[in-house]
């Protein structure tokens, strides 16, 4: 059983759907990283959360520490979005800092 | 700012050869961490270096290896390259930890033939 894991796997929606990404993760975590991943392999750090929820734009991500649950929340959404989400956890395995640990995406396709 | 430049971004080399990666975090930033990603095993973290000194290892045999320099460049290696390091090899940089947000470069993409 992976630490993260994220679902669904894949999200196929209609252009202005409100969209919702789940990540869980078994251990406790410092922070929580959301990503975004477009064909060709560019990354860009959409957020990072330790508590709470936070807000850019369309997106919204928030985060339960007590349930180890995050949620990506994308809405009014548009073909643009379509990418790859990816979550990432940043835990504490006794080294000097923490290192992260990626769930296995969610693929979205957002049509017109 | 310039972002987070990798280089070379293409590589091809055969089974048996190592190879040099290098990445040049933004400036400023003193935290590079290495991460390997492959369809079947998704992303996954490598090392980070902060103040040229590796602050944390991933579950990675000891044939992939890294440093940093003085000016925050990293550079990564791995020797006796197997089939199954063939991958998209990404560095990321932040200012201090992984706790802050990660900036990525492009990652260079390595085949083994």
């Known amino acids: 059983k992976n630490e993260v894991e994220q679902s669904p796997q894949n999200l196929t929606a209609q252009e202005g759907e409100f969209i919702t990404i789940n990540c869980s993760y078994s251990?406790?975590?410092?922070?929580l990283h959301w990503l975004q991943q477009h064909p060709g392999g560019g990354i860009v750090s959409l957020f990072m959360?330790?508590?709470g929820k936070k807000k850019h734009g369309r997106l919204i991500a928030t985060i339960n520490i007590q349930e180890k649950h995050s949620s990506l929340h994308i809405t009014a959404s548009h073909p643009r979005d379509s990418a790859v989400y990816i979550c990432?956890?940043?835990?504490?395995?006794?080294?000097?800092?923490?290192?992260?640990?990626f769930g296995t995406g969610t693929l979205l396709a957002v049509q017109p | 700012k310039a972002g987070v430049t990798q280089t070379p971004r293409y590589l091809i080399k055969t089974r048996g050869q190592q190879v040099t990666l290098s990445c040049s975090p933004i400036s400023g930033h003193r935290s590079v961490s290495w991460y390997q990603q492959t369809p079947g095993q998704g992303l996954q973290f490598l090392f980070e270096?902060?103040?040229?000194?590796?602050?944390n290892k991933g579950n990675f045999p000891g044939r992939f290896s890294g440093r940093q320099f003085s000016n925050s460049r990293s550079e990564m290696n791995v020797s006796t390259l197997e089939l199954g390091d063939s991958a998209l090899y990404l560095c990321?940089?932040?200012?201090?930890?992984?706790?802050?947000?990660?900036?990525f470069g492009p990652g260079t993409r390595l085949l083994v033939l």
């Open positions: 990321a940089s932040s200012r201090e930890l992984v706790l802050e947000t990660q900036y």
């Open positions: 990432a956890a940043a835990m504490n395995y006794g080294g000097a800092t923490n290192k992260l640990i």
């Open positions: 959360l330790s508590s």
């Open positions: 270096y902060f103040s040229e000194t590796q602050r």
């Open positions: 251990v406790g975590i410092s922070a």
